[in-house]
């Protein structure tokens, strides 16, 4: 492998850092402040591209390989209708949080809102990154050598 | 701070079976992805299937003499928050739904391990069950945005499944992509019909805006997203001029894929044409009854001649099937267009009966398609005596297509002319029997080449094995069934009939 665009690679380095903690700190804010699953899941998501993207997709994959992928699409589904499975078999409707905090609903509020928006947020980075993996791994109909 | 709390009551199991109608395939469709495992799959599949139909069956009971059951998700009450709303019309629905999945499943196990990639296993049943429990969601649901959501659900894993066909003929990937240019126009379209109607009225649920369209009346802007929402509805159920995606999708997908659609997805389609015209707005609502009677009912009758007459020439017993399902969709929209309790019995009957005959036709199709890959006239001729068993089902489900006294399809046309006859529009009563002659046409057609012609002499085929055959005579023996035992189905749709034109009771 051809070790080329050296500030390109350093700068990446330094970036998916702050870039996931930011995506987590987006998440885990997003009951108050604007924000919440589906931006930090996007915001996760360019971590994983941006690495792809400079250091290619079979290093990426190497970090977080398809069928993970696969398993963190479905991971998400689940802990939001989880959470309302959870409500459910705690005598409240569907997705009522107040069945997390009886005493105090609105603290149920934010125990539920925090566990289906982390639903959301790993569903979403896993639709991002499986998007990106599916067009990247496309073989392309000519080589950069035919041009 | 104290707050004040208010005392809970804990539901109770039954309390949550309309969320567990829509719950369980929902939660199993991530489940088979998370399990990974091309083993559980279909077990998975079938179970939440099996159970989706006793829970429906158990809400069946509940509403049939006209009750209603409502749901609250969240616990935030309607109309802010979203309701599940049950009654008669829509556990009729349900029921149908989750009844062709429980039979066409066994007999998909078999069709798609033949016609589908065994990689691409697991998430063909993921999307199979995002498809049914987005189906199943439509027709629960008194939410009207709530529709459109679940509307896409199924809808793009529709796309998926129709896309899926692609191992057995490459034509399934433009097929797929056509329906889903034009099912999401048709989706654009219904959204922003119920834009308009929010603008009007600033609400979301379907009985809150039918009383407030019903205090303020008609306007312009309840007029066009009116007519917005019937373009939108109009796509999905394949309605005459806008049909054009179907008979590809149907020709294209896996067999069990075009059996399941048949006979779900354009009826619950129809069904939100029916809670939109009977529920939110209502025939008091002179625009409505004014767009129906001059602009539906022309094409209705036209889709029934046009549709079926272009069948009649189809050289490919699957792609006949499909144009055959669009001129049956003009049977049920006209029902609708006589805007009286037994037109929408016969349209709500219909729905029911149609479905369960094209389940069987099209599971037909699939034990051709196994046997002979392909269903064209000139590679089934002959079958009638190598497969002696599907080819019955063939001419018993033919006949319900044709709606012969006895069968299914018989029943539902003859409430259908009833309620012509009742308004005194006795030409149409004429052409609904004039176009049942059609049917005739097509499939002797069918019956000819299974049973008149010399089979090919490089053919091999032989009777399929039982996991198809079950499923087939189901179906072909529910036609029959219904045909004769017509108090069934006639009282279920009669009650969903009087609770949509609001006459329960009286």
């Not at chain 2, 599949?45 to 059951?69: P, R």
């Not at chain 2, 007029?223 to 149907?250: R, S």
């Not at chain 2, 079950?470 to 609770?499: E, H, K």
Request: glycine fraction near 8%; charge should be neutral.
């Amino acid at each position: 492998m051809i070790r080329h665009h050296l500030i390109l690679r350093v700068v990446t380095k330094l970036l998916i850092g702050p870039i996931m903690l930011f995506a987590l700190y987006v998440q885990f804010h997003g009951d108050y402040s604007p924000g919440g699953g589906f931006q930090a899941g996007v915001i996760m998501a360019v971590a994983f591209i941006i690495y792809g993207v400079v250091f290619g997709l079979a290093t990426v994959q190497q970090v977080l390989p398809p069928w993970l992928v696969h398993k963190l699409l479905a991971l998400g589904v689940i802990i939001y209708a989880g959470t309302g499975f959870a409500s459910l078999f705690l005598g409240y409707a569907y997705l009522d949080y107040g069945a997390f905090s009886p005493a105090h609903p609105e603290h149920g509020q934010h125990w539920g809102i925090l566990a289906v928006e982390l639903g959301v947020g790993i569903t979403v980075t896993g639709v991002m990154v499986a998007v990106y993996y599916a067009f990247a791994a496309r073989t392309p109909m000519l080589s950069d050598e035919d041009w | 701070m104290a707050t004040e709390v208010l005392p809970h009551t804990a539901m109770t199991l039954h309390d949550h079976l309309p969320m567990l109608q829509i719950l369980v395939p929902f939660f199993a469709a991530p489940l088979i992805v998370f399990l990974g495992s091309r083993r559980l799959a279909w077990p998975v599949a079938f179970a939440a299937s099996v159970i989706s139909l006793v829970i429906s069956w158990m809400l069946l009971m509940q509403v049939i003499d006209g009750g209603v059951i409502t749901y609250h998700i969240g616990g935030w009450e309607p109309p802010l928050g979203i309701e599940y709303r049950i009654d008669a019309a829509n556990a009729f629905v349900l029921f149908l739904v989750s009844a062709v999945s429980v039979v066409v499943l066994p007999f998909a196990k078999t069709s798609v391990a033949d016609e589908v990639a065994a990689r691409d296993h697991t998430l063909f049943y993921a999307a199979y069950l995002l498809c049914f429990s987005g189906l199943m969601g439509v027709a629960i649901t008194g939410d009207a945005f709530n529709v459109f959501v679940f509307l896409e659900i199924s809808s793009l894993s529709t796309y998926v499944l129709i896309a899926s066909g692609a191992a057995r003929d490459k034509r399934a990937l433009t097929a797929a992509y056509d329906y889903l240019i034009m099912g999401t126009i048709g989706a654009t379209f219904f959204v922003i019909g119920i834009g308009f109607l929010y603008m009007a009225t600033g609400t979301l649920n379907m009985a809150d805006l039918a009383d407030r369209i019903g205090t303020q009346g008609g306007n312009r802007t309840v007029e066009a997203g009116f007519a917005f929402i019937l373009v939108g509805v109009g796509l999905k159920l394949a309605f005459y001029p806008m049909h054009l995606w179907l008979p590809n999708a149907y020709t294209f997908a896996p067999s069990a894929i075009s059996a399941f659609l048949a006979a779900t997805a354009t009826k619950v389609a129809v069904y939100v044409l029916l809670r939109f015209t009977f529920t939110v707005f209502s025939p008091a609502f002179q625009f409505e009854v004014l767009t129906l009677q001059f602009v539906i009912m022309p094409f209705a009758l036209l889709a029934m001649f046009a549709a079926s007459f272009v069948a009649v020439f189809q050289s490919d017993f699957k792609r006949m099937l499909a144009y055959s399902s669009i001129a049956q969709i003009g049977y049920m929209l006209l029902g609708i267009c006589l805007l009286t309790e037994t037109g929408l019995t016969a349209a709500i009957v219909h729905l029911f009966n149609h479905g369960i005959t094209k389940a069987a036709l099209f599971m037909a199709v699939g034990a051709y398609v196994l046997r002979n890959k392909d269903t064209f006239y000139n590679d089934i001729c002959g079958m009638g005596r190598k497969m002696p068993w599907t080819s019955a089902a063939v001419v018993i489900s033919g006949l319900s297509l044709i709606g012969v006294p006895g069968t299914a399809g018989f029943v539902s046309k003859w409430v259908l002319v009833q309620g012509a006859l009742e308004k005194g529009w006795w030409p149409i009563a004429t052409l609904v029997v004039a176009s049942s002659l059609l049917a005739v046409v097509y499939v002797w057609r069918v019956i000819e080449v299974l049973y008149l012609q010399p089979a090919r002499s490089d053919s091999t085929a032989t009777e399929v094995p039982m996991s198809m055959l079950v499923p087939i005579w189901i179906a072909a023996i529910a036609c029959i069934w219904f045909g004769i035992d017509t108090d069934t189905t006639l009282t279920a749709a009669r009650s969903a009939a009087a609770g949509l034109l609001g006459t329960a009771g009286q």
